[in-house]
């Protein structure tokens, strides 16, 4: 994700690896799949994902850069707010761009239950109003290694993850009536929750790999609702996103 703050956030990129797999899967559901790059992908809708590191965010500009939707950093842990949060999540809408707001998990400090229920109050709640998407829940590698002395899980076993992921989900369906989109790298998501399937059949997945290709998926996915293929380095403000399927499904996507 975009970082708002030091020690710098970086993702772990994932070894290219064929998508034929996913694909096969994923068009048994009926869904789109990209089997070629990001620059390829036409008529894809195009989105970011945005933090306090960009500030106040002209959204005018990104709309017309061809933004159609945005996740914004609420809140991290039980206890960070993004400063910037009202202007990025309400500029976004009123540039009419789909928006939703995201929380970076920090599973060693604190409860799923306590960190959902400080995202949503700050933020990460959802209206069935066809303008926002559903909250999404970002579970990466430890940034702050160096600081808690924890290892890329947080130093939770499997199973404590697999716990933890169980529990911000409920209270976030309790709070909103949605299940969170699990943001998450192929690559952390089988080492940190023991390769858990119990999550991929109700909780949309916003995929992580700059490639040019998805490539494999964590277990339990059959295929990907959100592809972030570039870490700030394109022609909109944060992180680069791709929606897998037609402006028509992005939009029921804000409303299932």
Not at 32 to 55: F, I, M, N, W, Y
Request: proline share 5%.
């Amino acid at each position: 994700m975009a970082r708002d703050h030091k020690p710098s956030l970086r993702h772990v990129r994932i070894r290219a690896l064929s998508a034929t797999a996913a694909a096969t899967a994923a068009l048994t559901l009926g869904t789109t799949v990209l089997l070629t790059g990001p620059a390829e992908a036409a008529g894809q809708p195009r989105g970011h994902d945005v933090s306090g590191h960009q500030k106040n965010v002209d959204w005018k500009k990104a709309k017309q850069q061809g933004a159609t939707f945005v996740h914004v950093k609420a809140t991290e842990s039980h206890t960070y707010r993004n400063p910037y949060f009202a202007q990025q999540y309400n500029g976004s809408r009123k540039a009419g761009i789909k928006r939703g707001a995201y929380h970076f998990a920090l599973p060693h400090q604190s409860s799923g239950r306590a960190q959902a229920a400080f995202f949503v109050r700050n933020g990460g709640g959802w209206r069935n109003d066809g303008k926002t998407l559903p909250p999404a829940v970002d579970l990466e590698n430890n940034p702050y290694k160096k600081i808690n002395k924890k290892n890329k899980c947080y130093g939770l076993k499997p199973a404590q993850m697999r716990t933890w992921i169980k529990s911000f989900s409920d209270e976030v369906r309790r709070r909103t009536g949605r299940r969170p989109v699990i943001y998450t790298t192929t690559l952390w998501w089988n080492d940190c929750t023991g390769r858990s399937t119990a999550f991929g059949r109700n909780h949309a997945l916003w995929l992580a790999r700059y490639n040019d290709s998805p490539g494999p998926l964590p277990a339990g996915w059959s295929y990907w609702t959100i592809w972030q293929f570039n870490n700030a380095r394109g022609s909109l403000p944060g992180d680069q996103n791709l929606f897998n399927g037609s402006h028509g499904r992005l939009s029921a996507f804000t409303r299932r």
